[in-house]
Nanobody, 114 residues
Framework: VQLQASGGGLVQAGGSLRLSCAAS????????MGWYRQALGKERELVAT???????TYAESVKGRFSLSRDTAKTTVYLQMNSLKPEDTAVYYC?????????WGQGTLVTVSS
């Protein structure tokens, strides 16, 4: 599975950004896709994921502000990030889980200025 992420950038607090992640390769084997993030000096953490069946999971810190969706082909996921806060600043990584493997896209930097 190959993952191509796009989006990210610099935004002021309260603003919005959208991240996209397109999967290719053995997409039939994907059980879940989503996004993780890693802030400077911190461990990578879950942001949001969506299962093959459409169930979504969000980190408590982003609930009500971020929304994860996907296209009808289930090969691209979109993370709409609203009401961004400086603490959302991190490198965001797209993830695909195929049991038992995890695949990662290249990171994309999101910087939220105060």
């Amino acid at each position: 599975v190959q993952l191509q992420a796009s989006g990210g950038g610099l935004v002021q607090a309260g603003g919005s950004l959208r991240l996209s992640c397109a999967a290719s390769g053995s997409i039939f084997s994907i059980n879940a896709m989503g996004w993780y993030r890693q802030a400077l000096g911190k461990e990578r953490e879950l942001v949001a994921t969506i299962t093959k069946g459409g169930s979504t999971t969000y980190a408590e810190s982003v609930k009500g502000r971020f929304s994860l969706s996907r296209d009808t082909a289930k090969t691209t996921v979109y993370l709409q990030m609203n009401s961004l806060k400086p603490e959302d600043t991190a490198v965001y990584y797209c993830n695909a889980y195929t049991r038992p493997n995890n695949y990662w896209g290249q990171g994309t930097l999101v910087t939220v200025s105060s």
